[in-house]
């Protein structure tokens, strides 16, 4: 009975799909969240007669008989299209429009990646995300400045009491890499670096197909909820499709069970 | 001794093999590019009318006798599998890298351990050294292939990666938004549908590549949408029910055929 383990295949991927728009459903508000989307290849084939073989002496089969054995996930894609900007006025809110991520370091200092820009100050001034890891390059905001201002180049101006002139105090700088879905997602929004996403390619915002900065914004989530929610719907009616080969299956089991009375 | 009930065997064999390739299909309902498959089964009457033309003697002879009995004792069975390639539904992603074909006789080309391989999974995507890959990690082939033996190539300056209707491939010159065409796609097309072979992984071999053809003005290609699976659910649960149903008749068969006939031989004819 292939059908069995052929349905089996089919409801954990299934499960994989619910899994993902789970999850994609569950960061619809998270800031800097980039949505996945989980793709699927067939499995591999059992061949029950070769094409080719011959049917009588002058005839040759045209196709030959192939069954399928069943499906597996191959990717679980992230999706780094642009989520929509929000303004919140803050200003060391920040948001990418376009390729890039920020850098940030982690106490053990690993160099990690983020989309979300919804930065702060500890309490020497650092600029760190909500979790404390500082950004790269370090930028320290003098105590006394009174307004703080981000190019969209990435350059970072205090206004100091008693100056009329804005102080450059120091530059953010962007990473682009060749195959983002390819970095491995950390969780809290941060990415790290593999052999499959390519070198960081770091550059100053808005030059070499990096994306602008834009002060006073955060990029919301990408995920779509009526994409989300036809995934779901369709991850739920195959589920159910392939559980019914299964009982299909044992109910056919069953009646050649009978044929012994 | 009973023929029928050889046949109902087999018949129910030949169900129980339906079921894998209907559980196959509906396993791969959420796949990209994924195309149903489906069987024949050879009834009787088809299989001993192709007999019979064949028939080496004049069908008076002795011998044809014996071949036709030979011919008949044979039950239903699988006797092809196609596969069914017409356009899934198409889902639109905007994904700069997910590519569609909209027609059915047409692929994209991949480069694999084993040769060029078909596909019509076109959710691509880039690898490491910015090449365009699929979830696999093969290499998708442009037009120049043979020449070049190289897949695509993009730069992380690339922001904008249009491709049109034919597979032309355009990136925006870095800085600006003008474009510049980088390579196009090999579309690829194949003389007759039923000599591909599916391998599994969404691929398709063709075992003679003097089978296949490029296409420059495909016209074919719609760049952001997805190919779903081609699968019909409905067909597929009325096929589920109809299996089961079979089953139970041909064990009713070979019940009334074994049990009930043979005792009623058994204990009536004994008792004369």
């Known amino acids: 009975m292939q059908s069995l383990y052929t349905a089996s295949t089919g409801m954990l991927a299934m499960q994989t799909q619910i899994d993902t728009t789970a999850n994609n459903i569950a960061n619809v508000n998270t800031i800097g969240f980039k949505k996945s989307r989980a793709e699927f290849a067939d499995l591999m084939y059992r061949v029950m007669e070769y094409a080719g073989t011959s049917t009588s002496d002058t005839t040759k089969s045209p196709t030959g008989i192939e069954v399928g054995l069943g499906v597996r996930p191959t990717a679980v894609n992230k999706i780094f299209s642009e989520g929509s900007l929000k303004q919140?006025?803050?200003?060391?809110?920040?948001a990418i429009t376009g390729k890039g991520f920020f850098k940030l370091e982690l106490p053990d200092g690993t160099q990690v990646y983020t989309k979300n820009g919804a930065f702060k100050v500890d309490q020497n001034g650092t600029?760190?995300?909500?979790d404390g890891y500082t950004l790269i390059p370090q930028i320290v905001i003098p105590p006394n400045a009174t307004n703080i201002s981000i190019g969209t180049d990435g350059t970072v101006t205090v206004i100091q009491p008693g100056q009329v002139q804005a102080t450059q105090i120091g530059q953010i700088q962007t990473t682009a890499f060749i195959n983002p879905a390819g970095l491995h997602s950390m969780g809290s929004n941060l990415y790290l670096e593999t052999d499959a996403s390519g070198q960081p390619v770091e550059g100053v915002p808005g030059i070499d197909g990096l994306g602008t900065l834009r002060q006073g914004f955060v990029e919301l989530s990408n995920v779509e909820l009526v994409v989300e929610l036809t995934d779901l719907i369709t991850g739920q009616r195959a589920y159910d499709a392939n559980s019914k080969i299964i009982t299909t299956s044992?109910?056919?089991?069953?009646?050649?069970?009978?044929?012994?009375? | 001794m009973q023929t029928g009930y050889y046949s109902s065997a087999a018949g129910m064999v030949t169900q129980f093999n339906r079921l894998d390739t209907i559980a196959n299909n509906l396993a791969n309902v959420n796949t990209n590019g994924y195309k149903e498959n489906n069987l024949i089964v050879g009834d009787f009457m088809r299989l001993y009318k192709e007999k019979r033309d064949d028939l080496p003697n004049a069908n008076n002879t002795k011998e044809a006798a014996?071949?036709?009995?030979?011919?008949?004792?044979?039950?239903p069975q699988i006797v092809d599998?196609?596969?069914?390639?017409?356009?899934?539904n198409m889902q639109k992603t905007s994904n700069q890298l997910d590519l569609a074909l909209s027609r059915d006789n047409l692929f994209f080309a991949v480069k694999t351990p084993e040769g060029v391989r078909l596909t019509r999974d076109g959710s691509f995507t880039l690898d490491d050294e910015g090449k365009l890959v699929t979830k696999q990690g093969y290499e998708v082939l442009g037009n120049d292939y043979a020449k070049s033996k190289e897949g695509i190539t993009f730069s992380t300056t690339d922001t904008v990666i249009n491709i049109d209707k034919n597979g032309q491939i355009s990136t925006n010159v870095p800085g600006s938004l003008n474009l510049t065409q980088n390579k196009k796609l090999f579309i690829a097309s194949v003389d007759n549908l039923k000599y591909l072979q599916k391998e599994g992984d969404n691929l398709y071999k063709?075992?003679?590549?003097?089978?296949?053809?490029?296409?420059?003005?495909?016209?074919?290609?719609?760049?952001?949408?997805?190919?779903?699976?081609?699968?019909?659910?409905?067909?597929?649960?009325t096929q589920l029910i109809e299996t089961n149903r079979l089953v139970g008749m041909y064990q009713k068969a070979m019940d009334?055929?074994?049990?009930d006939m043979d005792r009623d031989a058994i204990e009536k004819i004994a008792r004369k």
Do not use: C, P, W
């Open chain 1, 88 to 94: 919140t006025g803050n200003q060391l809110d920040l």
């Open chain 2, 66 to 75: 014996q071949f036709i009995n030979r011919t008949m004792a044979k039950a």
């Open chain 1, 127 to 130: 600029i760190v995300n909500s």
């Open chain 2, 256 to 259: 009334a055929q074994m049990n």
């Open chain 1, 250 to 261: 044992d109910q056919m089991l069953q009646t050649t069970n009978n044929l012994k009375r």
């Open chain 2, 206 to 237: 063709l075992d003679d590549m003097k089978r296949m053809h490029g296409n420059e003005e495909s016209g074919a290609v719609v760049q952001g949408f997805v190919e779903k699976s081609n699968v019909n659910a409905v067909k597929m649960m």
């Open chain 2, 81 to 88: 599998a196609y596969t069914n390639f017409t356009v899934g």
